[in-house]
């Protein structure tokens, strides 16, 4: 059965998307089955995968049962992608019918995680019913957050949601970690940041990942080529921290 890690924090602008790629690629060329699921929005996951998400079915067509989950999965060079789009929404969940809203997810996905080694999932930058559909069928949650004190507020709130999903729907998800983004070491705001957030950590039973990630073109550019960051550019320097954070992910669940 799958492993799934949700990356997810209601402050836009942190790098979920760019660590829920870095993540996926990163384990796709260790050799694990992986599938990616956006439930952003937005829609830039698939993007950022190398993906043409204007054309096949969204994440929605399965959630609303429309098609079956497999013929939703769509291909990409190193995983499969359940995509979105604008269409996606709280309210297109609160439409569904027969079933727990916030369990919807889990239901739409049992079919297919026997075929995967690990699910990834890119969230909303917010706390809605997506959300929590993310969080309940979870067994990890990663927290990306800029190196800004503004990245810190909020983050108590969504301390909340997720003790709320381990008692009534999750009691298995736990906080694998604290990733911090556009991290300069040698500011002293990113060390004051860095030291608020090994207290969060502490407080939410979990830690700040060693591997800091640094600001860099690359991960920028990558996407525009279509090519995972791996490849478009290994010796950027926020290309080697994001091959970090991946390794240490592994090592920390056990792969």
Same mark, same amino acid.
């Given at each position: 059965?799958?492993?799934?890690?949700?990356?997810?924090?209601?402050?836009?602008?942190?790098?979920?998307?760019?660590?829920?790629?870095?993540?996926?690629?990163?384990?796709?060329?260790?050799?694990?089955?992986? $599938?990616?699921?956006?439930?952003?929005?937005?829609?830039?996951?698939?993007?950022?995968?190398?993906?043409?998400?204007?054309?096949?079915?969204?994440?929605?067509?399965?959630?609303?049962?429309?098609?079956?989950?497999?013929?939703?999965?769509?291909?990409?060079?190193?995983?499969?992608? $359940?995509?979105?789009?604008?269409?996606?929404?709280?309210t297109g969940l609160e439409l569904v019918r027969g079933q727990r809203r916030e369990s919807i997810?889990?239901?739409?996905?049992?079919?297919?995680?026997?075929?995967?080694?690990?699910?990834?999932?890119?969230?909303?930058?917010?706390?809605?019913?997506?959300?929590?559909?993310?969080?309940?069928?979870?067994?990890y949650l990663v927290i990306p957050m800029a190196s800004d004190i503004l990245s810190l507020v909020?983050?108590?709130?969504?301390?909340?949601?997720?003790?709320?999903?381990?008692?009534?729907l999750n009691p298995r998800l736990k906080v694998l970690g604290i990733l911090l983004t556009r991290?300069?070491?040698?500011?002293?705001?990113?060390?004051?940041?860095?030291?608020?957030?090994?207290? $969060?950590?502490?407080?939410?039973?979990?830690?700040?990942?060693?591997?800091?990630?640094?600001?860099?073109?690359?991960?920028?550019?990558?996407?525009?080529?279509?090519?995972?960051?791996?490849?478009?550019?290994?010796?950027?320097?926020?290309?080697?921290?994001?091959?970090?954070?991946?390794?240490?992910?592994?090592?920390?669940?056990?792969?």
């Open positions: 059965m799958a492993t799934i890690i949700t990356v997810s924090n209601q402050k836009g602008g942190v790098g979920k998307t760019t660590t829920t790629a870095a993540l996926a690629a990163g384990l796709s060329m260790e050799g694990k089955r992986v $599938l990616c699921i956006d439930l952003d929005p937005q829609g830039n996951l698939g993007f950022c995968l190398g993906l043409d998400a204007e054309a096949g079915y969204t994440v929605l067509d399965a959630l609303k049962g429309q098609i079956p989950v497999r013929e939703a999965i769509r291909q990409t060079q190193l995983c499969g992608l $359940l995509s979105s789009d604008i269409t996606l929404s709280s997810l889990r239901d739409t996905l049992q079919p297919v995680l026997g075929e995967y080694d690990y699910v990834v999932i890119d969230t909303p930058p917010a706390l809605n019913l997506l959300t929590v559909n993310a969080y309940a069928v979870s067994d909020g983050l108590s709130q969504l301390k909340e949601t997720v003790e709320s999903v381990q008692s009534q991290f300069n070491g040698r500011t002293c705001l990113a060390r004051d940041v860095l030291e608020m957030a090994q207290q $969060l950590a502490d407080q939410m039973n979990t830690r700040v990942f060693d591997a800091k990630i640094r600001n860099g073109v690359a991960i920028a550019e990558a996407p525009a080529h279509g090519e995972s960051i791996f490849t478009y550019n290994p010796r950027s320097s926020a290309v080697r921290d994001y091959k970090d954070f991946v390794q240490e992910t592994a090592g920390i669940i056990g792969l």
